[in-house]
């Protein structure tokens, strides 16, 4: 899993915060994010975000 992908998941929970994935700074080729940090990255995303993307999430 590298930067891109994480970015893509970003826009993926929340359209709204693509402008935020923009400014990820990617990492380097020997780091590999944890599922553990994706997971509390995504869940801080979604508190975020604004409410209406929960009735989007259920769609």
Known sequence: MNSEHVKHL????A???EVV??????????VIPSDEF???TRLRLLQLAPKD??????A
């Open 10 to 13: 970003i826009a993926e929970a």
């Open 38 to 40: 994706l997971k509390r």
């Open 15 to 17: 359209p709204e915060l």
């Open 53 to 58: 993307t929960e009735s989007r999430q259920a």
């Open 21 to 30: 994935a923009a400014k990820i700074r990617p990492l380097p080729e020997n």
